[in-house]
């Protein structure tokens, strides 16, 4: 098992540009989420989804779109990147129904926006 | 979501003293997880904590519920440099939110 794979590791973007960053889980898990983490910011959830074909807003959505249309893999686009979104961001995915299980995280993605 | 603070944000020790972060919320949590991430890492769970008055341990940490669940502790006996990282601790819910972490920092 791979467990939560990100791709890709590092990119470096100009202001304007649009990305996508994809997340892949091989554990069957229902729940998927996307955070950025900054200094002294902790972890942000940017969105997150309970299921395929669903999606919701987190804490700080803004500037970013998601998809889930296959159960295993959850997209985070950028349609214009902005300097304010560099920063890593990290996957995580869960198989409890009752969201009180463990999260596992991939290995996050390190994005520049120049 | 239920928001969970944490304090204190930073904390530097030298290597064999204790340490001890802890998580604090306004309202009734109905578990507490606390996660590990090396720098440069990804978090890693290392417990989960349900009940009321809840103490785990893990070799040199031991996690604390409160009694009123509104708060957890994690404590580390006789750091070592392998203890260096971010500590967070975590609310249930769909939100999922983190608390901003306690950064620790052991010199040998």
């Known amino acids: 098992n791979a467990g939560v794979t990100q791709t890709p590791k590092f990119r470096v973007l100009k202001t304007g540009q649009s990305m996508t960053l994809l997340c892949a889980q091989d554990?069957?898990?229902?729940?998927m989420y996307w955070y950025r983490q900054d200094p002294g910011m902790g972890l942000r959830l940017i969105h997150y989804s309970v299921g395929e074909g669903t999606t919701a807003k987190g804490e700080v959505p803004d500037g970013y779109n998601v998809s889930r249309l296959k159960k295993q893999n959850f997209l985070l686009g950028l349609e214009s990147a902005a300097p304010s979104q560099t920063s890593v961001y990290f996957c995580a995915s869960t198989p409890d129904r009752l969201n009180t299980g463990e999260l596992f995280f991939g290995e996050g993605s390190r994005l520049t926006v120049l | 979501g239920q928001q969970v603070m944490q304090i204190p944000q930073y904390q530097h020790v030298q290597e064999g003293e204790d340490f001890t972060t802890y998580c604090n919320s306004s309202?009734?949590?109905?578990?507490i997880q606390w996660y590990k991430q090396r720098p440069g890492g990804h978090p890693v769970f290392l417990i989960q904590?349900?009940?009321?008055?809840e103490v785990k341990k893990q070799k040199r940490l031991t996690f604390q519920f409160g009694e009123a669940k509104k708060n957890s502790s994690l404590h580390i006996t006789a750091t070592q440099t392998t203890d260096v990282g971010t500590y967070f601790c975590?609310?249930?819910?769909?939100?999922?939110?983190f608390g901003k972490g306690t950064s620790l920092l052991v010199t040998p």
């Open positions: 904590l349900v009940k009321s008055g």
């Open positions: 554990m069957n898990h229902e729940y």
């Open positions: 975590k609310n249930s819910g769909y939100a999922l939110n």
């Open positions: 309202t009734t949590l109905s578990n």
